[in-house]
């Protein structure tokens, strides 16, 4: 059984910067692929951005430039590095590996950003 806990998310106004965190039960370098999502009030659930265990990256269109997905070395945490802020960047953003062939997600954390 996997857990994963999101960490750094909140209230920050447009142009700024967070950095979400993602901690596991299991070594994030045991799966073979982590990402994170989100989803805002009255949409789906979209890709944010994807990392695979080889250190392929792919991002939204509407994040490419502006966020950055990296795990750390020790393999603890997955974060995601998220400047240019927009409003609507606003959503419930999640982290989510692939454990035993079937996806596993964290409970989310909000990121709100104010015009």
């Known amino acids: 059984q996997v857990q994963l806990v999101e960490s750094g998310g909140g209230l920050v106004q447009a142009g700024g910067s967070l950095r979400l965190s993602c901690a596991s039960s299991?070594?994030?370098?045991?799966?073979?692929?982590m990402a994170w999502y989100r989803q805002a009030p009255g949409k789906e659930r979209e890709l944010v951005a994807r990392?695979?265990?080889?250190?392929?990256?792919d991002y939204g269109d509407s994040v490419k430039g502006r966020f950055t997905v990296s795990r750390d070395r020790a393999g603890k945490s997955l974060n995601l590095q998220m400047s240019g802020l927009k409003p609507e960047d606003t959503a419930v953003y999640y982290c989510?590996?692939?454990?035993?062939?079937?996806?596993?997600w964290g409970q989310g954390i909000q990121v709100t950003v104010s015009s």
């Open positions: 989510t590996v692939v454990y035993g062939n079937s996806p596993v």
């Open positions: 299991r070594n994030f370098g045991s799966f073979p692929h």
């Open positions: 990392l695979s265990a080889g250190g392929h990256t």
